[in-house]
């Protein structure tokens, strides 16, 4: 079973850039897909990126652009920069994995196994 323990989260200008990782135990990455997705207060978890068994990165229309994803050649860290910040991506940011398939790469409930999720505030 696979652990997941994200990092690298914190308080920055609107502007400003963040890399988030997420670190795995257990097992790798190596034949499941990753996924980040974020909360914002009071909203639902939305899909942010994901890459599945090393092919198509995929991301959604609010960071494209922006950040970047990406999973070291050890398949035990995967990255997440993020470059231009805004306000609105304030928001717990959550790695998590799962058997998915390419239809369900941007749902929740598609990945079984989650971080705790690493706060990312920005102020404007």
């Known amino acids: 079973q696979v652990q997941l323990v994200e990092s690298g989260g914190g308080l920055v200008q609107a502007g400003d850039s963040l890399r988030l990782s997420c670190t795995a135990s257990?097992?790798?990455?190596?034949?499941?897909?990753v996924g980040w997705f974020r909360r914002a207060p009071g909203k639902e978890r939305e899909f942010v990126a994901a890459?599945?068994?090393?092919?198509?990165?995929y991301y959604s229309d609010s960071v494209k652009g922006r950040f970047t994803f990406s999973i070291d050649s050890a398949k035990i860290t995967s990255y997440l920069q993020m470059n231009s910040l805004k306000p609105e991506d304030t928001a717990v940011y959550y790695c998590?994995?799962?058997?998915?398939?390419?239809?369900?790469?941007?749902?929740?409930?598609?990945?079984?196994?989650w971080g705790q999720g690493t706060q990312v505030t920005v102020s404007s």
């Open positions: 998590a994995v799962g058997n998915v398939i390419t239809s369900q790469i941007r749902r929740s409930e598609a990945y079984h196994t």
């Open positions: 257990g097992r790798t990455f190596r034949n499941y897909a």
């Open positions: 890459l599945k068994n090393g092919g198509i990165t």
